[in-house]
């Protein structure tokens, strides 16, 4: 009932909104559709021989047929005219279709940027990562390390002219002697 009122006072100017709205069918996007198709059948084949068919019917009809039946002189204005209006629609078409496309262009470069920046930052992350566990691991003894480190000492006790005897070498006995080149002998068990 408030809504019938306020349209009912003419005294006032009527909130947003226009009067007429345009049909759901003649949308901007609907419209473009239609002029991208238009434009990519006008670059077909099919178009380019149904207007070399159509232009020489024409003429041999206006031409060649009695005079009676011709509705173009020789001048062929009237042909001239259509190809001209065809002409000038199909320009803006193309246009509007070729801006569609830069549009869609544009919104696919700057998603494959998006992502070529985000597998950036993940190879820049995974590159450190492995940075990381290569340090890690040089840190970590391995068994080649120990065994070369192992090797290392025994060079070395052999270089002090120290001599390691083994239990097994021993025979029975519990004790492990070392003896040293002064002819010093340290014995554990």
Known sequence: ????????????????????????????ETFGVVSEKFARFMGTPYFLIAMTVFVVVWVVWNTTAPAGFRFDP???????LMLSLQASYAAPLILLAQNRQADRDRVSLEQDRARDERNLADTEFLTREVAALRIAMRDTATRDFVRSELRDLLDELEQRGLVLVRKEDLEGTDVVSVTAADGSTDRAT
Do not use: C, H, K, N
């Open 74 to 80: 020789y001048a062929f204005i009237f042909l001239t």
């Open 1 to 28: 009932m408030a809504e019938r009122e306020r349209r009912a006072r003419i005294d006032q100017p009527r909130e947003g909104g226009r009067r007429w709205s345009m049909p759901s069918v003649l949308t901007e």
